[in-house]
Every structure is written in C-alpha cells, then in structure tokens.
C-alpha cells in the first residue's frame, strides 16, 4: 500500500524493519522536519522514496492511502489530522496525543472522515502477554477481579527524559497501562496516583509512581513503577500477578506464565486455614507470525484492507492515554480523578 512515513528519528528504525519484513508497503515518501534525516533512513533502507520537511507537499505529491507517524507527541495530533483530512489512514507511534482534548480531535477527524486511526501498542503483539492472557480466561481461576504491574527499570538515558516532568508516566506508564487493559480486556473509570522523586534520583522529576486504577467492570489495577531502582530489574513488559475468584496467575514479563488454583474451591467445614492449589495448564499457542512493531503494523495494514477495525483503534485506545493522564492529574491535584471529567 502506498505509504508515507513521517518522522525518521530512532525509532523510525524499528517501523522500517518491521515494514520489510511484512513486505507489501511501498514508501512513497518520507518526512522529516530535518530533510537529511528522511534522506538517511531512505539510503539506509534501499528505499527510493523522496525525502521531503514540508509534509503538505508531501501528502498532495504522492497520495498516499496511509500515513505512519514516528514524530514526537506533541506533534501527533498536528500531523495526524492532516493526514487524515488528506484521505489517510494512520498509524501513530504511542501516546496517541498528548492531551485528551487532542486525543479526542483526532478520534472525531477519523470518524468524520471514515479513515482509520490506530496507535502503535508493541507489547500487545508479545506472544507471552498473549498466552498470559489465556491463563487469566481459564475458567479454573474464575473471575480475575485484581491486578498488579510492577515495574523497575534503572534505565540512565540522560536526554530530555532527565528534565521532563512525570517522566515515568508520560514517558513510560502508557505501555503497562495498555498492557493492563489489553489483559482485563476493560476501561479505567477511577484513577489515584502518588508519584514521586526518590533520593539520589538522576532525574528532576517523577522517576517513580504508584497507580491505583478502579476498572469499568468492577476489577482493580495496581501499578507499581520506577526508572530509578538499581538491582533487580523487572522485565521492560513489567511483572506480573493476577488474582481471580479460585486462583491466581503470575507472568515475570519474560517467558513464565503459571497458574494455580484452590483445589476445592467450597470445602465441606470451611476447610483449613490456607487452601490447597494445585497447578493449572496453560494451553500452548500456535507461534506468532508477527511480533512487536511489526504485530501490530501488520495487523493495522491487513485490517484497512479488509475493512475491519484493528485493535489498537484510536477510539479505544484513548482510554489507555486517559489512565497516563489521569494518574498525572491525581498525582498534581492529590486527589482520585474521574476518567469522565478529564
Ligand atoms: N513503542 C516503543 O517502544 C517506543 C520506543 C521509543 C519511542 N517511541 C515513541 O516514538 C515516537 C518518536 O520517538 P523517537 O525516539 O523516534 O524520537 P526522535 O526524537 O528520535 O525522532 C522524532 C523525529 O520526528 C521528527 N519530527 C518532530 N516533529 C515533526 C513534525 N511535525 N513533522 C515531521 N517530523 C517531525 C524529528 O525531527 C525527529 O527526527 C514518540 O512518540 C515515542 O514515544 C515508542
């Protein structure tokens, strides 16, 4: 599909190699507000698209039917909207916008304009979250009604991470948050945070975070996180534990998934103290054909040409922008945060 690519900073690295490997997506153009840097990633990839800064030219001179967009959040919305009122269908680099006022302009362009608008989620497309996911619908744990994401990463960038402020939330907590609702498969509807900067931080502000968020059907989320915890680090897709009605399930955020459950879930006599559980099997998985970036632009791309509506739709994926930005809110005022008013 005729394609235009704009934004062709680090990550635009990880777009073009997943785009080969899928195959069928032709670069029409590439767009960079730094003309050299479009021009690089089209040399480094063997591609013979023009490089373009000016992506109004680049959108009426090559029609493309779909816009990836790597640029920076801010810039999201603003790109966006353009390419979708020039007839495309986008895929954008996660956090969908930064605001929910701009989020929600991007949403209602999409639907006005009948294009799609989906936002890149690489850790959904992860084939252990996926059979994670399978362990928490097994109908031996019953009902999951609580979760919790753990998350420890000492990562020193330095950057502008280093000066940002609520680093780990808006640079970070969105891809736990969305992981979070892809296993609970619900919306948040009530969030608190507390966040903080712990001592000898080598950030100026918010490297750590606790979020509490109450779900649209009942369960509740825990998320415990920091960039600025030396020793033993969790997983980047975070660790795991999930609590159900006869059981629980754990996912170390690599490649161990586990359940157990109560093996009488109603004993005659109340029955002891601590129950006994037993291990329940998870069922195995075909492999994933795709994985990560390429997952889900693979997803995105084969779903705008069936007409189907990818997973990581705008329109629901702004619930997991609003989980970011309603912990920020509750963080700053002190206070739980509706999702409704933000
Ligand atoms: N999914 C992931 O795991 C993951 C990892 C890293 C970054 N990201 C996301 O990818 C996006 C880009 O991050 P990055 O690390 O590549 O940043 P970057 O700074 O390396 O690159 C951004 C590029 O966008 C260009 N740009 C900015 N505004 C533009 C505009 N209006 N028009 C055209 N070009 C514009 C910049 O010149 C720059 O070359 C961010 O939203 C970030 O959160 C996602």
């Keep these: 599909m005729r394609t235009i690519l704009v934004g062709c900073g680090g990550i635009s690295n990880s777009w073009l190699t997943a785009a080969q490997e899928i195959g069928g997506i032709e670069f029409v153009a590439l767009v960079d507000l730094d003309?050299?840097?479009?021009?690089a990633q089209a040399e480094k990839y063997g591609l013979e698209a023009p490089a373009y800064d000016d992506l109004d030219a680049a959108l009426s001179d090559t029609k493309p039917e779909i816009a990836f967009d790597c640029t920076i959040p801010a810039a999201h919305a603003?790109?966006?909207?353009?390419?979708?009122?020039?007839?495309?269908?986008?895929?954008?680099?996660?956090?969908?916008?930064?605001?929910?006022?701009?989020?929600?302009?991007?949403?209602?362009?999409?639907a006005e304009v009948g294009r799609t608008h989906a936002v890149l989620q690489n850790r959904r497309y992860n084939p252990e979250i996926?059979?994670?996911?399978?362990?928490?619908e097994l109908s031996e744990l019953g009902s999951i009604h609580t979760l919790y994401g753990d998350f420890f990463v000492p990562a020193h960038f330095g950057g502008f991470?280093?000066?940002?402020?609520?680093?780990?939330?808006?640079d970070m907590a969105i891809h736990t948050f969305d992981e979070?609702?892809?296993?609970?498969?619900?919306?948040?509807?009530?969030?608190?945070?507390?966040?903080?900067?712990?001592?000898?931080?080598?950030y100026t502000h918010g490297a750590s975070a606790?979020?509490?968020?109450?779900?649209?059907?009942?369960?509740?989320?825990?998320?415990r996180g920091s960039w600025c915890a030396e020793g033993h680090m969790t997983s980047w897709e975070a660790e795991w534990r999930a609590i159900g009605t006869w059981g629980s399930a754990l996912w170390d955020g690599h490649s161990q998934v586990d359940a157990e459950r109560v093996t009488d879930p109603e004993p005659a006599n109340g029955g002891d103290l601590v129950r006994e559980a037993v291990g329940v099997r998870i069922p195995e998985r075909e492999?994933?054909?795709?994985?990560g970036h390429a997952g889900c632009i693979e997803e995105f791309v084969r779903t705008v040409r069936s007409g189907e509506t990818p997973m990581t739709v705008s329109s629901d994926n702004y619930y997991s922008l609003a989980m970011s930005l309603c912990a920020v809110e509750s963080a700053e005022q002190q206070r739980p945060v509706e999702v409704e008013q933000l």
């Design 35 to 39: 003309k050299e840097a479009a021009r």
């Design 78 to 110: 603003m790109v966006d909207t353009q390419c979708l009122r020039a007839g495309c269908h986008v895929l954008v680099e996660k956090p969908l916008a930064d605001s929910m006022a701009a989020a929600r302009e991007v949403v209602a362009t999409a």
């Design 130 to 136: 996926v059979r994670y996911r399978d362990a928490l």
């Design 161 to 170: 991470r280093a000066e940002m402020d609520h680093v780990l939330l808006l």
């Design 180 to 202: 979070a609702r892809f296993l609970l498969g619900a919306r948040p509807s009530r969030v608190s945070c507390h966040e903080w900067n712990p001592p000898g931080s080598w």
């Design 210 to 223: 606790i979020v509490t968020a109450e779900m649209s059907d009942g369960s509740v989320f825990n998320y």
């Design 287 to 291: 492999s994933m054909r795709f994985t």
